[in-house]
Nanobody, 117 residues
Framework: QVQLVEGGGGLVRPGGSLRLSCAVSGRPSSVYFMGWARQVPGKEREFVATLNWSAEPKYADSVRGRFTISTNSTKKTGHLQMNSLKPEDTAVYYC???????????WGQGTQVTVSS
């Protein structure tokens, strides 16, 4: 069974920074860290940053230039560095993994990020 465990959420003032982390474990072993999505109540979950198998990043327009996604050599750990945070970045952030063999996506339990003064 695949597990994705997030950490690093919390409360931060506008203009501040947070760093989210994600750890992928379990089977199938072909699941790798793939990206971050966020969701606010009443809206669909949206990807904010993703990595393909070659670790090439892709960002949503709303976060480009402020957020940076990264992974390690095993592709089992991922991070999201969030700078210049805005109140509209407030959401539950989910770590996503993808099965390299099947293309199936897996999700973590989510971590709350609140940007407020």
């Amino acid at each position: 069974q695949v597990q994705l465990v997030e950490g690093g959420g919390g409360l931060v003032r506008p203009g501040g920074s947070l760093r989210l982390s994600c750890a992928v474990s379990g089977r199938p072993s072909s699941v790798y860290f793939m990206g971050w999505a966020r969701q606010v109540p009443g809206k669909e979950r949206e990807f904010v940053a993703t990595l393909n198998w070659s670790a090439e990043p892709k960002y949503a327009d709303s976060v480009r230039g402020r957020f940076t996604i990264s992974t390690n050599s095993t592709k089992k750990t991922g991070h999201l560095q969030m700078n210049s945070l805005k109140p509209e970045d407030t959401a539950v952030y989910y770590c996503a993994g993808r099965d390299l063999a099947t293309g199936d996506d897996y999700w973590g339990q989510g971590t709350q990020v609140t940007v407020s003064s």
